[in-house]
């Protein structure tokens, strides 16, 4: 859908407004404006149909000579869940029907109440070497995307899409980023959306549920006048930004001379402002380290502020001490045409509303997607009608043609299904024999790994005493899982030879061996010898691992048969 749409962000307390071209590369902005949110308006993304914040944008739209009637929102809500996910390379318009097919694999929700959308990160190599995709998959509450829909009413206005503000914000600095890894960081009052964008590829993106609304009321409440209002304090902590340099310092460095006792509450106030960022800086850092786990070769070398946090007098320098990276505010956009600050406007507070118009996921449900330019739905019916009648002639047409050779292919599938339905019951037999195989000689191979060479130590013994010698001396004597080594003394070498010969016809020997034979000194024992007698090793099946596995799928294959 080219030409021009308003492109819209309700925030808490500020309401950005930006004409801008749709769905175009290098967009062209026409105007960018901004105005205060009602309290109430908006509660966690949950936008209420007031007929007085309508009017105030029917008149803001008025006076900046706005004709655009299409609008695309930019939500941020808990009620918007988003993980990432891998596919395989399938075609790209499969990519959202697959995504639906599975959606109850990746979101444990009641998929009923919500619509679904995604975003293709990147195509990759899997583990098995087989293209894949990034994907960022998306589920929106129906109630949330049909509050935008009758607001949108309200206003006199047409939604034709409903982005999530964590892709907008991607799809609009995507370029800005470059080749370099950047952390990407949209500070609003109560919520931050924090992206590393790495070779224009998104690799991580968080929520997180601090803002700078606690600083906002950590200054109101030290204020002198109690009657301060939430936006005074902002724009306070906009121009002299009550911030130490690191969430640790104890003092600011000013220009200028300060009494003691001013010294003193101005410090407090500083700890206690700077204090408030602490839990938002805690999770960006274990964001950052992270990701540099994961991909050590490119890591995070600067980080980027956009949102209306970005305007806050002395956070970037917070930032860049505790983060210990370079830290810097967008002030334009080299990708968006006519897109630069104007006047006192900052740019970055309207980085989402920008970036919604490039490539929304449109959260839509399919009805409304299926609505054209004014309004009215598209006369699909009559075209789905029209194709239904030629698709059945056709149909009718090829049947009759096919029938004769159909019906003998039929006769044929009877003929072998019956066949099949006869080999049942002796493929079922068949089945447990091959269990049963299996099982035996997976039992058999378990009961021979019990077995041990030193288990027969007794009856080795007990041959020996019956078949040497009975002038033979054995002085030591020592068995192990592999062999046994006894010192003998014999008078002659006679008896040496005929104890090798009785000792190799032990079954349970595979070898004898000496080291040695040497002259006793003491008669009659004229020599002595060892004699190093090694066991037959215990023959295990190597396939026993691949017996019982077969095992096991052959039962479950009969289990499912029956």
Known sequence: ????????????????????????????????????????????????????????????????????????????????????????????????????????????IDLGSYELAHVVLSSEKGEDNKDKYRVLAIA???????????????????????????????????????????????????????????????????????????????????????????????????????LNVTLGAKRRLTGFETPAAEVDSETEKRNKITATFGQMISNLARLIELYNSKWPLQPVSEVVLVGLGAEIEGLMQLLSNELHLPVKVIRNLEKVTNFRTIGDESLGKYIAVAGASLAPVNLLSDDGKSRGKSGKKVPYALFTTMTYIVFLVVVGIMLTMAYLPLWGEQVIEKELKRQEASYAEAEAVHRQYIAMSDFYHSVNNTYKLTEHSNDELVAFLQELEEKMPADLVVTEFYSDAEMARMELNVPNMEQVATIFQTLREFESLIDVGTTSIKDGDNAPFFYTFEVYCYYKPILIDENTEAATQEASEAEAAEATAE
């Open 1 to 108: 859908m080219a030409g021009r749409v308003l492109s819209i962000e309700i925030g808490n307390t500020i309401t950005r407004i930006c004409e801008i071209d749709f769905r175009v590369k290098e967009p062209k902005v026409y105007k960018y404006f901004s105005i205060p949110t009602p309290m109430g308006v908006v509660e966690d993304g949950f936008v209420q149909v007031k007929p007085e914040f309508a009017a105030a944008i029917k008149k803001a739209l008025n006076e900046h000579k706005v004709k655009s009637k299409q609008v695309v929102f930019t939500v941020t809500s808990s009620k918007i869940v988003t993980r990432e996910i891998s596919l395989p390379a399938i075609k790209m318009n499969q990519v959202g029907n697959y995504i639906k097919a599975n959606a109850n694999d990746y979101f444990p």
């Open 140 to 242: 929106a509450g129906k109630d949330l995307v049909a509050g935008y829909a009758k607001f949108a009413s309200a206003c006199g206005l047409k939604m034709v899409s409903l982005d999530y503000s964590g892709n907008s914000v991607y799809q609009i600095m995507r370029s800005e980023c470059g080749e370099d890894t950047k952390l990407v960081i949209k500070i609003e009052d109560n919520f931050t959306i924090a992206s590393i964008i790495s070779n224009q590829c998104l690799m991580l993106q968080r929520n997180i549920a601090y803002g700078f609304e606690r600083a906002v009321q950590a200054y109101m409440d030290m204020a002198d006048s109690y009657a301060i209002k939430p936006e005074e304090a902002f724009e306070e902590l906009c121009v002299k930004g009550h």
